[in-house]
Every structure is written in C-alpha cells, then in structure tokens.
DNA sequence: TACTGATATCGTGATTCGGTAATATTTTCT
DNA sequence: AGAAAATATTACCGAATCACGATATCAGTA
C-alpha cells in the first residue's frame, strides 16, 4: 500500500536521468548549436564560447545518454541529434517557458541564472 | 567573438532551471499523480510513499515554478498541473526514454538510478 | 478557547555535479 | 618517423541540492 506511483522507482529514476541531461546551460548550449545541423567540437567550441574539455565531456555526456551521435571524419568528429524528438523537446520546452519563464526565474528553490 | 549561441546565455540558464524542476525523481513521481488529475498534498504523500515535508517542499519548488497551481479546499490543498505541455513533456520524456533508455542507464557522468 | 488534522517552513548532514587545468590519444601531413 | 592539429580523459575543488527531522502555521470543530 501507500509506496510506489503508477511508474516504478527505476523508470522515475531513469527518466530524471534523462532529463539531467537537459539541465544544465552548457549541455542546452550544445544541444541548440546542433539543433542547426551536425557540427564539429570545434565548431561547438568556437559556436558556444566554453572550453573544449568542456565540450568533449558534455558531448561525451550526451553520446553515453543516447541523445547525439557522432562519426569520424579525418581528425574531426561530427555530432549530430540522434532523433527529432530531442529537439521536439527543446522546442516544447521553450513553449512552455513562454508561459512560465518569470515563475522559473523567480524560483529560489535551486540555482540562479547567470552561471 | 565567439560567444554566444543564437540564444543569449540568460534564455539559456532559464530553460535549464526549467528542466531541473524535471529532473528529480521525487518531482517527476508527483508530477506523475498530477497527471491523472488534482490531489491534495495528503493523497500524493500516500500515493508516493514521500514524506510530508518532502512532498510540501517539492510541490512549493513546483509552483514557484508554475508548473502546478493550487486551490485551497477546506484544511486541504489541492494541486494540478499548470499547463496541458508539462504533461506532454512527460509523455515525450518516455517515448525518447523507449529509444535511449540503456544509454541513459549506462551513463556514468551523473547520478546513477536507485536513489 | 482548546484541540486535531493538514500543510508549510527551517536547519543540517551527506551527496552530487560542473568547470578547470594538465595530460593523453588519435589522425594527418611532410 | 616526427610534428602538429583535433579531440578525449582524469583529478580535484567548490558550489549546489536533496532528504530528513523538528517544528510552526493554518483551518475546522467541539
């Protein structure tokens, strides 16, 4: 009794997980500079303004998820969105703050713009 | 130059809080009642299996956020979602979960499931 | 007014996550 | 082979966040 939503523990554990992935500005950064296309680290780099350790972990980061994938091209690597539905999701999101934006500002519960 | 994806940094930052508010197991699990329909904070505690104090706090994060609003019902409150998208967020949530879900799992770079 | 049930708030300990710097690896070119 | 460019990996530190327990507040009722 009591215990457990619809949705088991794990699923709710891994679907946080997922959208960890979307929680954070650099990984949003990267995510939208490919929105566009397939692009380079560099391009990235170059695109967003953060350190390219930076980039290749949170590439790295989203490749483990599932979220982009790569291939090689001589001594470039190409990533791109691995389904329309991640940025069908970005696209939602931005929505939903057309809405909602001053609320999230305002929030104190957790981080503050402006990293 | 450099610097500086088509969204300005600050639009950036709000849309990652944004999906913080998602990206908890205990927010998505009282997200999840609140799918279905309005529920006092008592019903959600029993439903989840969360404390009290936990669920208060998660909702108040929630509404901050204007992501659920609330009506006072006798000595009760009753909560809902704010908005038809943050449940179609959810629903998008899982059906990328059903194509990604091993590479979320397997990821290393952040929390892994069972908390 | 005193009492009970429902919800909110606060302080704290423990854990997690992201950025940076230094370095390793891979690939191409000469 | 040696060098240079592009990308990946690792370790460490600081900051942020979650859960818990105790307690406060608020609404209804006797």
Redesign the interface.
């Known amino acids: 009794m009591?215990?457990?939503?619809?949705?088991p523990?794990?699923?709710?554990?891994?679907?946080?997980?997922?959208?960890?992935?979307?929680?954070?500005?650099s990984?949003?950064?990267i995510l939208?500079?490919l929105r566009e296309g397939p692009r380079t680290v560099g391009e990235v780099v170059?695109?967003?303004?953060l350190s390219q350790p930076n980039v290749s972990?949170h590439l790295?980061?989203l490749w483990?998820?599932?979220?982009v994938q790569r291939h090689r091209q001589g001594r470039f690597v190409r990533y791109h969105l691995?389904?329309p539905?991640?940025a069908?999701?970005?696209a939602?999101?931005?929505?939903?703050?057309a809405?909602?934006?001053?609320?999230?500002?305002?929030?104190?519960?957790?981080?503050d713009?402006?990293?």
Chains 1, 2 share one sequence.
């Open positions: 009591a215990v457990l939503a619809p949705t523990a794990d699923a709710l554990a891994l679907k946080a997980k997922l959208f960890r992935g979307f929680a954070d500005p990984r949003l950064a939208e500079c170059r695109l967003t303004g972990n790295q980061c483990d998820c599932g979220l691995s389904d539905r991640v069908a999701l970005l939602l999101a931005n929505q939903l703050l809405e909602v934006a001053r609320g999230v500002y305002q929030c104190t519960r957790y981080a713009a402006q990293r």
